[in-house]
């Protein structure tokens, strides 16, 4: 069983900026791909960013392409979100993931939600206009 808490969301303005966090519990964490996903009302939960169980590939959704950036520390079992030049369009609840599959561990970190077994409760992240 896999634990994931995150935090770091909150209120901020259009063009600022917030990092979230997402804590794992175990011992095995460097063998998970980890993803953030978010979820506005009314939408569907859609991929945000991935990052490789070794950290060192990273994909992106176009919509936070050179906006948010992913990383990870396996020493400390975090993952995190940066995101800078946040719109009103990013407001939704972020969702950290675990996809505890066997795989390299530079195999970028899969896409599909449905690839993730393990879950947050999400933190809310509200960007004003």
């Known amino acids: 069983q896999v634990q994931l808490v995150e935090s770091g969301g909150g209120l901020v303005q259009a063009g600022g900026s917030l990092t979230l966090s997402c804590a794992a519990s175990g011992h095995t964490f460097s063998r998970y791909a980890m993803g953030w996903f978010r979820q506005a009302p009314g939408k569907e939960r859609e991929f945000v960013a991935g990052?490789?169980?070794?950290?060192?590939?990273?994909n992106y959704a176009d919509s936070v392409k050179g906006r948010f950036t992913i990383s990870r520390d396996n020493a400390k079992n975090l993952v995190y979100l940066q995101m800078n030049s946040l719109k009103p369009e990013d407001t939704a609840l972020y969702y950290c993931?675990?996809?505890?599959?066997?795989?390299?561990?530079?195999?970028?970190?899969?896409?599909?939600?449905?690839?993730?077994?393990?879950w947050g409760q999400g933190t809310q992240v509200t960007v004003s206009s």
């Open positions: 993931a675990a996809d505890t599959s066997v795989g390299q561990s530079s195999y970028p970190a899969p896409r599909s939600l449905r690839e993730y077994d393990w």
């Open positions: 990052i490789s169980r070794n950290g060192g590939r990273t």
